[in-house]
Each structure stands twice: as structure tokens, then as C-alpha cells.
């Protein structure tokens, strides 16, 4: 069974510059699928201030073959090491909505889930960079939405320049997920995610876009000083 990872870190500039640029691959790491190394920003931040892009808070998101393959690399590497420092979540597959190369071998889905389980949701895009300031404009009420939910642990999102973008949230059920995104909760402007998901489909912010669904199993490490960040099932 593939495995997914999520990481946060905060690292030496020179080594989140590195990690950019070249990211890990399965040729130097084995058992890594795929790895997209991105730096974190703050969900809801202005465009301009530092919050917005924080390049020494390093993320990333990765496909492997096995656990052992992931402790592997937080042990024996120097990127691991510095990963290790920090907090990840290590997930199985559900759910594929979209379409982005590198993970277009997943099915649309694994077949029924629980509604009241957590659920951590990743979406991952390649950016037309004309549609930018579009983006920004529907982005940011949505930012807020995610942000601001009740039914979120941990959000956040993440960039690589110049067109790569990602968020990362974990919800305390996978209901409380799928009613904020059809604008079903219970929470000011919840229409906010659906009405951007509908100007979207009128003229495509993205190339590529995918939004992926994934069951916790298991959290490690600690993050701007908080820990159990997955809820109990």
C-alpha cells in the first residue's frame, strides 16, 4: 500500500532554498514515490507581508512505499533529519478529485468511508500565471473559510514558485469537510468555497489541480508547540 506524508519544519534558509530547487527523488531516496517540497504560508495572510510566504518553514508532501522507507529517510538523510525536527502525519489514501500528474495512477476513490472519521484533505496545483490575481481574489475568502472552520485542526497552505500551490487542513470529521466545501456549514459565508469552486469551472484558475482525501494513521513530532493536531476517531 502507498503511503502519504505531510511535513512541516522549520529549517536554515539555505537548506529550504536547496530543498526547492531539488527536491528529494526516488533515485537518491529509496522507497520515495514523489516528493513536492513547497514553503508554508499562512492561510488568509495579506498578498504583501512576511506571513505570506514563510521560505524557513519548510513543507512537503510525499508518496512512499513503505514506513520503513520514511523513517529511512528521516534518519539517514540531512533534509530527513531536519524534517525529523519537526511535525508530520503519515496517511492512506480515499478519495482523488481532479486531475494532476503525478498522482494520476490513485482511483477516484477506495470505496465507502466514514463520515464522522478524520480526514485530512491536500490539494496540490499548477498555477496559470495569467489567472493569478483571479486566483488571489476567489483564493483568499476561502483561505479565511478553512482557516477560521470550527471543524479544522491545522490549516495551512504552501507554494513553490512559480506555480505551485497546496493546501493542507485536518478535519475532526469527514462530514464537517464535505459540508464546507458544498457551503452547507453552520458558519458565516459558508458559500464562500462553493462560489469559487463555480468561477473555477467558468474559467480554470489552474493546468492541473487536484484535491486529495486521506485517512490519518498515525502524527509524530511536535509543530509551533502543539501535538495530537489528528483527532480521535
Not at 508532501?61 to 519537526?86: C, K, N, P, V, Y
Not at 493546468?207 to 493536531?229: D, H, K, Q, S, V
Request: hydrophobic letters at 45%; proline letters at 7%.
Amino acid at each position: 500500500m502507498t503511503l502519504f506524508t505531510f511535513h512541516f519544519a522549520k529549517v536554515k534558509i539555505a537548506k529550504a532554498v536547496n530543498a526547492l530547487l531539488r527536491p528529494p527523488t526516488g533515485e537518491k531516496v529509496p522507497g520515495l514515490i514523489y516528493a513536492e517540497c513547497m514553503s508554508k504560508m499562512t492561510l488568509g495572510a495579506p498578498i504583501l507581508s512576511p506571513a505570506r510566504m514563510q521560505l524557513r518553514h519548510l513543507t512537503m508532501f510525499a508518496a512512499w512505499e513503505s514506513h520503513a522507507a520514511i523513517d529511512d529517510f528521516l534518519d539517514g538523510t540531512q533534509l530527513g533529519r531536519a524534517f525529523a525536527t519537526g511535525w508530520h502525519v503519515r496517511m492512506a489514501f480515499l478519495r482523488r478529485w481532479g486531475h494532476i500528474t503525478e498522482f494520476d495512477g490513485l482511483p477516484e476513490s477506495v470505496g465507502e468511508q466514514d463520515p464522522e472519521a478524520p480526514v485530512v484533505a491536500v490539494t496540490l496545483a499548477r498555477m496559470r500565471l495569467p489567472q493569478v490575481p483571479r486566483f488571489i481574489r476567489w483564493g483568499k475568502p476561502v483561505e479565511e473559510l478553512v482557516r477560521d472552520h470550527p471543524g479544522t485542526t491545522l490549516a495551512a497552505a504552501a507554494m513553490r514558485l512559480p506555480r505551485t500551490v497546496s493546501t493542507f487542513s485536518v478535519w475532526t470529521s469527514q462530514r464537517e469537510m464535505v459540508e464546507m466545501v458544498r457551503g452547507h456549514s453552520t458558519v458565516p459565508q459558508a458559500e464562500r468555497h462553493a462560489a469559487a469552486m463555480v468561477e473555477r469551472q467558468r474559467k480554470d484558475f489552474h493546468f492541473e489541480f487536484t484535491t486529495l482525501r486521506f485517512r490519518p494513521i498515525a502524527e509524530y513530532g511536535e509543530w509551533e508547540g502543539r501535538t495530537n493536531i489528528i483527532p480521535s476517531p
